[in-house]
Every structure is written in structure tokens, then in C-alpha cells.
């Protein structure tokens, strides 16, 4: 596995982030301050704060945690999610951006139960041929960190039992694609699926698509965030 390089610890890295922000509540992936975005850093992860309203985010209320440990118990607290964002990063060093959300479509899906499988060849976008579902645990808790571990080890993107999704990204813009093309594709299925089977792709048609986006997707160059 490659090693992405951190982000530079600037205003604009963190008003990119503060952009994802609000970005998601204007397309409607998400709702209120339930989502959350991190990136890795020089030294640490930045991350947003907990329970403030996107439209109040400044870059300074950014967050500052290790990648490895604790929180500042005396400093500005984190968002909840955390613990899962901090295994991600641990986990997934090629990844920098760890983005979470509760799209409305994805969350249906979630709280089914069920993975997206190969309904689209857009399913190649999240490294594997499915979106798969990580197992139920409360926010915040190990158990969460290590189911998240597990099924993201090579994926980039997944659906969480009864909770909603989380993606990860070379750079902000490609998370922020990422997501929104799985809340697409979770649309499509549940769609789909009325009146009717959704026909899947098999894995050797899926396996050419795979082949086919190692380059898709918007540009590693991500210049918010530098």
C-alpha cells in the first residue's frame, strides 16, 4: 500500500474542509452537523469539531487530534466519530481524506442491512465489486474502529448497519465525488429494485471496469486543499 503524502496544515486545507461541509448539506447528502470530515496532517489528523453548525465553522475551529492516542482532553473537542476517523487514517495511509455522512438513500440501504452490489459498473469507483456494509456498533466505540477497519481495508467506500456512510479520498474533491456518486448508486438500487431484480454485473465484467478507473474520477491535484 502507497503512502499519501499529508495536506499542509493551511487555511485553505481547512476551508476546503468547511467547503465539503457545507457542500454536502446543499446537495442534501447530509443533514444538520450529523457528518463529519478529516484529513490527515503533519503530525496529526485535523478533523471538525462536534455539534457546530457548518454555516458557524471557521478554519480555526478545526480540530487538531494524533494519529495514534487521545484527544487534548483540556483542548476543543472533536467530532464524535473520531475513533473510526483516526483507524481510518491508521489503516489506510494511501487515503488522506476520510469523509462521513448520512445520505438519505445510502441510510435506507443502511438500516436494511444490505451492501450495493454490481447494479452499475459505478460500483468500480469504490475499489472492489460492491459497496460493502460494515457490521452495526455504536458511534464512537472500538468495535466501530475495528469493523471499519476491516471492510475498508481495501475499499473506498462503504455503507454502515444503521448509520449511514463513510468514503475516503486522495484529495477533498475526490471524497466529495465519491460520495456523492455512492448516494447515486444507492439510489439506482433501491430504484431499481422495484417491480423487479436489478440485473448484476459479473466479476469479470466488473473486473475490466475496476481495470478501467484507476485514473477516473476528478484530479489527485486537489488545489482547495493546498
Given at each position: ?23 454536502m448539506?446543499?446537495r442534501?447528502?447530509n ?13 496529526g489528523?485535523?478533523?471538525?469539531p462536534?455539534?457546530?453548525?457548518y ?60 451492501k ?38 481495501d475499499?473506498h467506500?462503504?455503507l ?20 456523492e ?31 478501467a ?14
Amino acid at each position: 500500500m502507497t503512502f499519501a503524502a499529508p495536506f499542509p496544515d493551511t487555511q485553505a486545507t481547512r476551508q476546503s474542509m468547511i467547503d465539503a461541509c457545507l457542500w454536502m448539506n446543499a446537495r442534501h447528502l447530509n443533514q444538520g452537523t450529523s457528518g463529519n470530515i478529516s484529513v490527515r496532517i503533519d503530525g496529526g489528523i485535523l478533523i471538525t469539531p462536534s455539534g457546530v453548525a457548518y454555516d458557524a465553522l471557521t478554519p480555526d475551529a478545526l480540530v487538531t487530534i494524533p494519529l495514534d492516542g487521545l484527544p487534548d482532553r483540556d483542548g476543543p473537542k472533536p467530532s464524535t466519530e473520531w475513533p473510526f476517523h483516526q483507524g481510518m487514517h491508521q489503516a489506510r495511509p494511501d487515503m488522506p481524506v476520510v469523509l462521513h455522512a448520512h445520505p438519505p438513500y445510502c441510510s435506507v440501504l443502511a438500516v436494511q442491512r444490505r451492501k450495493i452490489p454490481a447494479c452499475h459498473y459505478m460500483v468500480a469507483a469504490f475499489g472492489g465489486n460492491d459497496v460493502p456494509l460494515a457490521d452495526y456498533a455504536l458511534f464512537g466505540s472500538p468495535e466501530l474502529c475495528a469493523n471499519m477497519a476491516e471492510i475498508m481495508a481495501d475499499r473506498h467506500g462503504c455503507l454502515m448497519a444503521n448509520h449511514g456512510a463513510t468514503v475516503l479520498g486522495e484529495t477533498v474533491d475526490k471524497a466529495c465525488w465519491r460520495l456523492e456518486e455512492l448516494e447515486t448508486l444507492a439510489r439506482t438500487y433501491l430504484f431499481s429494485s422495484i417491480g423487479g431484480a436489478p440485473h448484476i454485473l459479473s466479476d469479470e465484467e466488473m473486473s475490466e471496469v475496476i481495470s478501467a478507473f484507476k485514473d477516473y474520477g476528478p484530479s489527485p491535484s486537489d488545489a482547495s486543499a493546498s
